[in-house]
């Protein structure tokens, strides 16, 4: 399959309609400043992420013919399966180091970032029950080294779950929507991400130790301002703008 995030879809009303987002004959269009948040998080070509550096970063190389993929993390981070062995498209998910985070409510706890790689036939569990929101337009954001395969200019869309921020503007997720831009207030399911291969997303969760990877665990909820400048979602960042999918 074709390896980016999103298929299109058609947001208005009830109805969704999908199809590719990285099609290799569509045009990249440069990124949109219809929101504070869209300008901030935008340069072209992106700036240089203040979080990583070359020698605190390594690479990532998947050979799963749907997830057909490359990506650079931060050093102390752990990705299963290991780089180079994932030939049989298993999802690949990306665990932070056990770090403070500033939740919704202006508090500290301590938590870590899972990001999810998952082919396009997965299930979303965290979407299933329909209840999902968006909490604030998606915005737009560059990828350094698009291959010929991605659209260079992507959207990523900010998910309240279902049970998670108490707040209007809190978010437990953010996920990678390729050129299908939701609105503030949506409801989004498993079903509205139609065709995307691969799925890749980023939840923030409430950790106690190193060994923990998300399961069973509390989602924390942040606020835009935490996202654009704590360390560890800068990270995130810079793990997304790395992406290569073939």
Request: hydrophobic share 35%; charged share 10%; net charge neutral.
């Given at each position: ?34 929101s504070h948040a869209a300008v901030q998080q935008q340069s072209v070509p992106p700036a240089p992420p203040s979080a990583s550096t070359a ?57 870590k970032v899972v990001v999810s790689i998952r082919p396009g036939s997965a299930q979303v569990s965290e979407l299933a029950s329909g209840t ?115």
């Amino acid at each position: 399959m074709l390896g980016v995030v999103v298929g299109v879809l058609a947001v208005g009303g009830g109805g969704v309609a999908a199809y590719w987002f990285a099609g290799r004959h569509t045009h990249p269009s440069p990124p949109s400043h219809s929101s504070h948040a869209a300008v901030q998080q935008q340069s072209v070509p992106p700036a240089p992420p203040s979080a990583s550096t070359a020698s605190s970063t390594k690479q990532y190389v998947s050979n799963g013919h749907d997830l057909n993929l490359s990506f650079t993390y931060p050093s102390d981070w752990t990705v299963t399966p290991p780089t180079g062995s994932n030939t049989s498209d298993q999802p690949i998910t990306v665990t932070s180091s056990l770090q403070s985070i500033t939740n919704n409510a202006g508090g500290t706890v301590t938590g870590k970032v899972v990001v999810s790689i998952r082919p396009g036939s997965a299930q979303v569990s965290e979407l299933a029950s329909g209840t999902a929101v968006v909490t604030q337009d998606s915005v737009q954001f560059a990828y350094s080294k698009p291959t010929a395969s991605q659209h260079q200019y992507p959207y990523l869309t900010y998910i309240r779950l279902s049970g998670g921020a108490t707040a209007a503007n809190g978010f437990d997720e953010v996920i990678i929507t390729g050129i299908t831009k939701f609105m503030k207030g949506q409801n989004i399911s498993a079903e509205s991400l139609g065709q995307l291969d691969p799925i890749i997303s980023a939840t923030f969760y409430h950790c106690v130790s190193e060994s923990c990877n998300g399961t069973g665990a509390t989602t924390v909820s942040i606020t835009n301002d935490t996202w654009l400048n704590a360390a560890i979602f800068k990270q995130v960042q810079s793990l997304f703008q790395s992406l290569m999918l073939s």
